[in-house]
């Protein structure tokens, strides 16, 4: 098991709970879902939420637009080399 700290926090929406910031992410091996650990903008409740619930917020400037339903149509911006 490992319990990373992400810093920066990365913006993310829990499905069924909202918006929010990961500040922490949980691995509890192979057989497992990532765990992300999450404050909700609205409420301010922490919540650990499973990977498949986790996605990350709209960002116009990052290339990731609001998505029709279904992950797989987001297109991610191309990394850029610094």
């Given at each position: 098991?490992?319990?990373?700290?992400?810093?920066?926090?990365?913006?993310?929406?829990?499905?069924?709970?909202?918006?929010?910031?990961?500040?922490?992410?949980?691995?509890?091996?192979?057989?497992?879902?990532?765990?992300?650990?999450?404050?909700?903008?609205?409420?301010?409740?922490?919540?650990?939420?499973?990977?498949?619930?986790?996605?990350?917020q709209?960002?116009?400037?990052?290339?990731?637009?609001?998505?029709?339903?279904?992950?797989?149509?987001?297109?991610?911006?191309?990394?850029?080399?610094?």
């Open positions: 098991m490992s319990f990373t700290q992400l810093d920066p926090p990365l913006p993310v929406d829990i499905e069924g709970k909202g918006q929010g910031f990961a500040f922490a992410v949980i691995d509890y091996g192979q057989e497992h879902n990532l765990i992300w650990v999450t404050g909700l903008s609205n409420s301010g409740e922490i919540w650990c939420a499973p990977n498949p619930k986790v996605r990350l709209t960002n116009w400037t990052m290339g990731r637009t609001p998505a029709a339903p279904g992950w797989e149509s987001v297109t991610l911006a191309p990394i850029k080399p610094s």
